[in-house]
């Protein structure tokens, strides 16, 4: 697979250095996501660019879309997925799960056969991403309470999904 996916006027692609700053303000859009620091969005899209992807309009450049994520350290057959976020511009066409499923694809992901993600009990629209992905995916899909607020010292718990096995073809 190329680096570069194109579909109704937009590139999916690995983000780049330069692509840090303009990440960081797609992710303030993209209410109920946590902020991160530039440095860190800096970071996803350098360190992490295999594991990340963002989805430009051709029409303008703008960033309308993302995934940041990375293969566990200590269990490279599970898929971290950081966060995912769609700015109103581009919702509605089924971008999210396009995205998780192109880096999915990649060559970097071969041998990937999990997928975790966290999200918190309100985020009703991640909750129905990840269901739906889980469906085309014919996996299964489990959750449990794993960062409590206490441990996040205030900030609403954090439940750990895992989708497996993943059917998504890996070369």
């Not at 963002?54 to 960033?63: F, K, M, P, W, Y």
């Not at 192109?102 to 990937?112: E, T």
């Not at 469906?135 to 900030?155: F, K, N, Q």
Request: aromatic share 8%.
């Amino acid at each position: 697979m190329s680096t570069d996916e194109q579909f109704s006027g937009i590139t999916l692609r690995k983000p780049t250095v330069e692509d840090g700053a303009a990440l960081h303000h797609l992710v303030n859009e993209c209410k109920p996501l946590d902020e991160n620091s530039v440095y860190c969005n800096v970071l996803q899209c350098t360190h992490f660019a295999d594991t990340c992807v963002v989805a430009e309009r051709d029409s303008d450049g703008r960033l309308i879309g993302f995934v940041t994520g990375y293969r566990m350290p200590a269990d490279p057959h599970v898929y971290f997925l950081w966060q995912v976020g769609v700015s109103e511009a581009g919702r509605g066409h089924g971008l999210g799960k396009k995205m998780i499923k192109a880096i999915l694809a990649r060559d970097f992901c071969q041998g990937v056969t999990e997928l975790n993600t966290t999200i918190t009990k309100s985020n009703e629209a991640s909750r129905g991403l990840f269901a739906s992905f889980a469906r085309d995916e014919g996996a299964e899909m489990t959750e449990h309470e794993w960062l409590t607020e206490v441990l996040l010292d205030g900030h609403s718990a954090e439940f750990l999904f895992r989708i497996a096995p993943l059917s998504t073809p890996r070369r």
